[in-house]
């Protein structure tokens, strides 16, 4: 069973900055396999869930136009864990923040991106508060 727990939120100032962790387990990023994305959401409260940063098996990266040039999304497949680096946060980028994964279809270039529906595994999440 595949497992993502996130980790890294928390609260600060906007200006600053985070470093977000998702650990996968039950599966594994393989250099040869790369027909998966892997993806992070975050939805605020009364708001809709928003894609925010995906990356394919061939480390492709896509990001919503709200945080292009602020946030970073990397993994490490040795360790099996994504990051969401955030810099230059807002107020606006407060919400829980979740990893998600997909595999096979149009994963391989995270074609269900920005949407979440074919996302087939998530995360609890974590949450992320900016202060102005």
């Known amino acids: 069973q595949v497992q993502l727990v996130e980790s890294g939120g928390g609260s600060v100032q906007a200006g600053g900055l985070l470093r977000l962790s998702c650990a996968a387990s039950g599966y594994t990023y393989t250099s040869y396999y790369t027909s998966y994305c892997m993806g992070w959401f975050r939805q605020a409260p009364g708001k809709e869930r928003e894609g925010v940063g995906a990356?394919?098996?061939?480390?492709?990266?896509q990001y919503a136009d709200s945080v292009k040039g602020r946030f970073t999304i990397s993994k490490d497949n040795a360790k099996n864990t994504l990051y969401l680096q955030m810099n230059s946060l807002k107020p606006d980028d407060t919400a829980m923040y979740y990893c998600?994964?997909?595999?096979?279809?149009?994963?391989?270039?995270?074609?269900?991106?920005?949407?979440?529906?074919?996302?087939?595994?998530w995360g609890q999440g974590t949450q992320v508060t900016v202060s102005s």
């Open positions: 990356i394919d098996g061939n480390g492709r990266t």
């Open positions: 998600a994964a997909a595999w096979g279809g149009r994963s391989w270039y995270c074609g269900g991106f920005p949407n979440g529906a074919e996302f087939g595994y």
